[in-house]
């Protein structure tokens, strides 16, 4: 297992170098000019050019390449143009806030996929089984800002049960810290959720069917030693892979989540650096992303080789 | 027009007007009591009447008067909801749109009232010696939050920092300027190049924002602001991009600004989550509300400042027609004109709220606006008319700039100019290029705002050879551009007559199309006392505002 995590750890370092690479250029075809809009349109054009001068970007594309690779290999991965902050502390404050919500609404999306996925499946064919189905074919529908802006207005606002935006000042405890995430995270669970409760169906179903289930329940085995002993670990295998790419959508989907909730976190910040072509912010917005992807791809090997001895490297 | 649409904040014109007053004020304990500036001060100032939305000029001379009030002290967080971020605390180097995070942290030479009369603040006067020259008095007890005294030299040295510092987006304010001088501890001369009217009233703004002479020799002020202001920015509570915390300054020269002991400013991009923060209770003032956002803040019992901030236009760069050939002819940009129908622009894009007015100022702004200007241009059929007799009867094709955030406005132009049988290709850029695309000489027409703040700054930005509006250096506004400086040295009424004159000159010559006028609204919760918010700015200021009310 440790070979295993090794090996992939290796390959993770140039595949993040092609990515910061193919980022780095990519970025400047954004034809937002950065200069102009910190000035704003009043500015005239000699104070957009000295700004565009103070800022390096009139340097040639390599010049200001080299520049960036060279501090991002070390760890400096600059300052944001638009407020001066360091992007490192930017990441370390912004990270754990999008993490949090996008692992509370995976965790949302496995209990409450898994737990329909599963009594669909008991229930097969069946009415519990067919609400089942509608309901997640409606999750997978409805978009999650929606959902959210809902949540936001109905929940937040008009009855008041829970946060409606992310706190102004700074909280304090952990619940006050918890509290503003759940509505995120269960409107950013719901479409996972509903995908997972599908996948989980048609898994459990396939294993249900296999012979060795049959002889437990033959041999008299409760359902429920079946399923939880026997059935579920092997059902497991597409749920985790489907589970794995659900936390890349979930990345995906907490840009607008952070957006209608006001949280602090990565989506908000990459979403306005883009609109600005905040360029240091935009490169180390994606290389987290990329980052955080390529650590769930060996988790999810990982993970495979717990599950199925057969999968694990000699 | 203002409008503050509750009574209350209406009667709140009072004590704001009465806290500002204050704020010329010595004295450093909580207890102190307010005096008034001994220096007799005599300036322009412009007064708009809350109810009446009539609007005078007068000469203000600050009398000595010495008024007693107790001072409540400081009490609870102002928490302020912002659209944009903050780009720097540097003021030479920041926008309107993110004053509201230098305010707490810097102090003004000037400031505004409710009413949008220009009052003291580290000046406690102004006189214009000439056509060209301002004079500032200064008050002597001011100290920067790093212990620097503020004095006539200090000044100086920040006028001059403005002026030289590379990339300040209000370049054109100070590349007027020839000199700045020092006469004596507390007072200084500012001279420029051609009159400068509006120079106190920009004095309430960023570009009055006094920064320590410690850190005026290029040292970085992005995440460091160095005022002198009432509250003194806390880098460990505050958090880029997200929220900005300020507390109390004990050694500011005006309790009476410090309301609270705690301000912060936190930015909510979002529209509805803005609106959402104040609704629960999460934010006391909501800076950028829409207009179309107002009803439900209302609703809620939450109170409304609206002042009016900007006056909408299409501006006819080419008018030799050099790009397209149809806009030398007048009887085409006539045509434009008249496809304008200003009321169904206020609709579409103030939600009504705003007016379809012609003219620059609306009648909220009485020392500049002229009814005569007012009345509605839209006819559509003898806009076809014109086309018609111009060789374009079966159309027209022209070609126009858009960024994303003016969509709205061009969404409507197009619509307005199709009905007449002109048709608008449009000519996709982003944000922040319309200034440079127009400035440049790449766009025949552009639609464009003004910001309110006097008429010889708006007119100046058209007309003359070497307008940032004349890219071509056309020579068919020099006339007029004579009329202007012939005002910028006359008494208020000439010069509003003349204002008026030019403006309609620009209008007959087929330059100028209005498009009505739009504010700036906030909201702020009920308990909440003491709001101003003044021209030129989004978002109100903290100063003298309470939480306790």
Known sequence: MLKLLATRLMAAIPMMFLVATLVFFLAQLNPVDPAATLLGDDASLEAIAAKRAAMGIDRPLIVQYGDWISSAVT????????????????????????????????????????????????????????????????????????????????????????????????????????????????????????????QSRSSMIGVLQRDYIRTALAKGMPV?????????????????????????????????????????????????????????????????????VVLVNILLDLSYAWLNPKVRPE | MRTTKSRMSRLLAVPVALSMLAAACGGSEETAETTEPEAATTTEARQVNTDTGEQTTTTVAAEVTTTTEP????????????????????????????????????????????????????????TRPDDVTWE????????????????????????????????????????????????????????????????????????????????????????????????????????????????????????ADQGVEQVTVTLVADN?????????????IMATTRDAQLQTGLDAGMMQISVPNYFPYVFIIDREGDSNPALADIRVRQAILKAMDLEAYNDSIHAGKGDGASGIFPPAFGEFHDPALAASTYDPEGARALLAEAGYGDGLTINMPMMPAIS????????????????????????????????????????????LVHPAKDLGFWIGENAPMNPFNLTDTNDLYDKLQEALSSDPDTAKALYSEITQGLIDMGALIPLGHGGQNGMYAPNVTGVVMGLNMQAPMPYGVRVDG
């Open chain 1, 224 to 292: 429920r030693r079946v399923v939880f002993k026997h059935a579920i670990r092997n059902a497991a295998i597409p749920v985790v892979t489907l589970a794995g790419f659900q936390l890349s959508a979930l990345i995906g989907g907490a840009i607008f989540i952070e957006l209608v909730f006001n949280i602090p976190g990565l989506g908000n910040w990459g979403v306005d650096a883009i609109l600005r072509a905040n360029i240091p912010v935009i490169l180390a917005f994606v290389m987290v992303a990329a980052l955080t």
């Open chain 2, 408 to 451: 709205p406005h061009m969404d409507i132009i197009v619509q307005m100019l199709g009905a007449v049988g002109i048709t608008v290709e449009i000519d996709q850029i982003n944000n922040g290029e319309l200034g440079p695309r127009f400035r440049s000489g790449q766009s025949a027409l552009t639609w464009n705002r003004a910001l």
């Open chain 2, 71 to 126: 001072i409540p002290p400081a009490s609870g967080t102002l928490r302020m909801v912002e659209f944009s971020p903050v780009t720097t605390f540097n003021p030479a180097g920041s926008q309107t749109a993110q004053s509201a995070y230098l305010y707490p942290a810097y102090d003004t030479l000037t400031r505004q009232t409710n009413d949008l009369t220009v009052v003291p603040a580290l000046a406690t006067g102004w």
């Open chain 1, 75 to 198: 760890g400096d991965l600059g300052q944001n143009w638009f407020n001066g902050e360091e992007i490192t502390t930017e990441l370390r404050d912004r990270i754990p806030v999008t993490l949090s919500m996008v692992f509370g609404a995976l965790t949302i999306a496995i209990i409450v996929g898994n737990t329909l996925g599963i009594s669909a499946a008991l229930k097969a064919g069946r009415w519990p089984d067919r609400l089942i189905t509608v309901v997640s074919s409606l999750g997978l529908a409805v978009p999650n800002f929606w959902i959210s802006m809902v949540f936001s207005y109905y929940f937040g606002v008009k009855l008041g049960w829970l946060p409606a935006i992310w706190p102004t000042q700074r909280p304090d405890t952990l619940l006050e810290w918890l509290k503003p995430l759940v509505l995120p995270c269960t409107a950013l669970g719901i479409s996972s959720s509903a995908a997972i409760a599908r």
């Open chain 2, 136 to 255: 500032f008095t200064l008050r002597d007890d001011v100290v920067f939050h790093d212990g620097a005294a503020f004095n006539a030299q200090v000044a100086v040295d920040n006028f001059n920092y403005h002026a030289s510092f590379q990339g300040n987006p209000n370049a054109a304010t100070w590349s007027n300027m020839v000199e700045a001088r020092v006469v004596d501890d507390t007072t200084f001369q500012v001279e420029f190049a051609s009159p400068n009217p509006s120079f106190p009233l920009e004095m309430s703004m960023v570009m009055g924002m006094m920064i320590s002479p410690n850190f005026l020799d290029g040292s970085d002020l992005t995440r460091n602001p160095q005022g002198s202001g009432p509250w003194i920015w806390s880098e460990e509570e505050s958090e880029a991009g997200v929220t900005e915390v300020y507390n109390l300054n004990p050694e500011h020269w005006n309790p």
């Open chain 2, 272 to 284: 509805n989550a803005r609106m959402n923060a104040l609704l629960t209770g999460e934010a006391d």
